[in-house]
């Protein structure tokens, strides 16, 4: 399974961005997909999980900024950036998991910078 990631870029304080992932390779639906992020000096972090059933899991952080959302029936999660501010910046991984396997993405840079 191949997570494709795609959406970073720059962004303005206040800003918004909205970041796409899509899995390729699987014939089944996976459990949970979402995002991690790693900012330069620090360890990886998650930001948000959603279930297949949509439940979904927030950092503090990302709760009342971040929106994640994904496709009914497809293995493709989406992740809704507003309000980003400098500590944002970041290279944000997509992550997969399927039962006892986990999957990541190649991740995609966000820069919150004026």
């Known amino acids: 399974v191949q997570l494709q990631a795609s959406g970073g870029g720059l962004a303005r304080p206040g800003g918004s961005l909205r970041l796409s992932c899509v899995a390729s390779?699987?014939?089944?639906?996976?459990?949970?997909m979402g995002w991690y992020r790693q900012a330069p000096g620090k360890q990886r972090e998650m930001v948000a999980l959603?279930?297949?059933?949509?439940?979904?899991k927030f950092a503090d952080f990302a709760k009342g900024r971040f929106q994640i959302s994904r496709l009914n029936g497809k293995n493709s999660v989406y992740l809704r950036m507003i309000t980003l501010e400098p500590e944002d910046t970041a290279v944000y991984y997509c992550?997969?998991?399927?039962?006892?396997?986990?999957?990541w993405g190649q991740g995609t840079l966000v820069t919150v910078s004026s």
């Open positions: 992550y997969g998991q399927h039962q006892s396997s986990i999957y």
């Open positions: 959603l279930d297949d059933t949509g439940n979904a």
């Open positions: 390779g699987s014939d089944f639906i996976i459990d949970v």
